[in-house]
């Protein structure tokens, strides 16, 4: 991994934060560089709400330290340099996005280009509506453009794509790609895999308020880089013990490490197999595969 | 105006003004309740009558909505991505104390024009200017004792809570009774509320006489107790979230 610099998008160290007696966050490491996407991973009540909310500098944390591009999060100096998306409950509901948005460009002190962001997220017939009687997925997108209408240098979005339809999705990875090549960095959590391997280049993986995996998906792939592969057999037909292949009710799958060593051998013992095909692990796979590793049986 | 504070006011005061629901009942609650109990007053109290109202006026709008809001606001995730916003919070509170202020202005003006109407009150403008001027500063008070009470109470403690405060002030101010109606009791515990003060000195607005020391001390002492109770809260809200 690159050695992290003092003037990194995202520096954190350590983070630990307790309400009451309850450990939410208690060891979190977070680096981001510039033109860099990070994925912020965990399962429900992981930490990462919690991290997100020191991050932007709404909570202080207990321990540890944040810097955004140098600056304490939540200092003035920070606070110019990045863009969040508002959850999407409160809105003032009275308002247009087109008024949302100039108000926000204000506080930033930019130009504000309404019509290009409305064109970017898919805005533009609802952008002088008032949000009251907005769908999920129209506050969803309006959030997004919320987040980068001050142009921002690091954005964090919390749940970007849920509740979208697939075209507003593909938008969207397209406007996080096209804000990442031009040297943005971006810090997204998400529930959707894909999702993250579309438009991420590294992950951190959180677990009961602490780092458990982090790096870059290219090198985690390399990491483990295993196949899996898919087929039918005939009824009352099992694949030999060797395989550990596993069956899901209407196929067998079997991971390996090397795919054509294992072919060879299924089709050397005449294994009737049909319909066979091979893919890379999903990253879902190989994350809870190293894990597994890990710490081990 | 820079230009944050600027959006700032156009974001508070469009979304007032577009919820009639709110601003039409809060203007002319003053209004209609001087129609009910004060413009019956005749003689010598009808123009403090007026005046009294004038101040009523005030309390609701600064202390009643402003208190009710703030603390809405603390529980809205809006509110919460507004700090994330680059920028000094302080434009949001002068927002907010400048649409109240349209509002106060608005209520104010309704119940003195119902005096004027109803034609029981015969006062020059200089005593309307100077009852102005008491307005203002009232505003003021109520207005950080409504962002104190916001700070330490929740959304829905809020309404009840400030109800629990705000009508017994105003009887206790002497602004629907006159003070010699009170009872002596009462009328010993009414020199300490702000209620009473801000009445005192809208009384010598419209008398012409001179502001009592006294009471521009005691609303002095409400406006620096609840400015440190929103110091207090806000220090810990933070430890706390």
Known sequence: MPQARFNDPVRALGLAKRFGTVRAVSRIDLNVAPGEALGLLGPNGAGKSTTLSMLTGLRAPDAGEILIFGHRAGSPQARALTGATPQLVGFPDQLSPREILGYAAARYRVRARIDKLAACFGLERIVDRRVAGFSGGEMRRLALALAFVGEPRLVFLDEPTTGLDGAAQEGFQEVARDFVAKGGSLVLTSHHWDEIEAVCDSITLVDRGETVLEGRIGDIRKRASVSRLTFSLPPETVPPEWMQAVHDGARWHSECADSDKTLRRMVHEALPFHGLTVAPLDLKDVINRIRREETGP | ?241
């Not at chain 2, 156009?10 to 004060?38: C, D, H, I, N, S």
Request: hydrophobic share 60%.
């Open chain 2, 1 to 241: 105006m820079t230009r944050p504070l600027r959006a700032e006011c156009a974001l508070e005061l469009k979304t007032l003004v577009r919820q009639p629901g709110f601003w039409v009942p809060t203007v002319l609650f003053p209004a209609m309740l001087y129609a009910f109990f004060g413009a019956q007053s005749a003689g010598d109290w009808a123009a403090n009558a007026m005046a009294a109202f004038a101040v009523y006026a005030v309390l609701g709008v600064g202390f009643f909505q402003f208190g009710v809001s703030v603390a809405q606001d603390r529980e809205s995730p809006f509110a919460n991505w507004q700090q994330t916003l680059p920028g000094h919070a302080g434009n949001q509170w002068i927002a907010r104390v400048l649409a109240s202020l349209v509002f106060v202005t608005v209520a104010v003006a309704l119940v003195v024009a119902l005096a004027f109407v109803l034609g029981r009150v015969e006062v020059g403008a200089a005593a309307l200017v100077r009852l102005a001027f008491v307005c203002l500063i009232a505003s003021f008070t109520a207005t950080f004792m409504g962002i104190a009470l916001g700070s330490l109470a929740s959304a829905r403690a809020a309404v009840p809570l400030a109800n629990l405060i705000f009508l017994p002030l105003a009887y206790l101010g002497g602004l629907w009774v006159p003070p010699m109606a009170l009872p002596s009791a009462v009328n010993a515990v009414s020199q300490w509320t702000p209620t009473r003060a801000m009445g005192e000195l809208g009384w010598a607005a419209i008398a012409g006489t001179r502001w009592d020391p006294g009471y521009l001390a005691v609303l002095l002492g409400w406006t620096v107790i609840s400015v440190a109770v929103v110091v207090v809260a806000h220090a810990r809200h933070r430890r706390h979230e």
